[in-house]
């Protein structure tokens, strides 16, 4: 009958930690292009909170970050 259960709701999925709280990351720097850019897809669009495995108090700190750098020319609004 638990098989049949988990049947219906598909696989289980892994927990993903955010790496920022297990590093105890408190301040997220703009000027840190190359951290920045793993949070960045093809497109230049900020990966979502379910891709990258962050914690929603530090998605926001990153994706203002992400914003500062775009606009001192840090990072690129879109990416061709």
């Given amino acids: 009958l638990s098989t049949n259960i988990l049947a219906c709701f598909g696989p289980i999925l892994n927990m993903k930690q955010c790496q920022f709280c297990v590093n105890n990351t408190k301040v997220f720097d703009y000027k840190d292009t190359e951290m920045l850019r793993g949070f960045i897809n093809t497109v230049g669009k900020i990966t979502p909170r379910k891709k990258t495995g962050t914690c929603a108090s530090c998605q926001r700190q ?18 061709r």
């Avoid at 990153?62 to 990416?79: Q, S, Y």
Wanted: proline share 6%; net charge positive.
């Fill in 62 to 79: 990153l994706a203002l970050a992400i914003k500062h750098a775009r606009h001192l020319a840090l990072l690129p609004f879109t990416l």
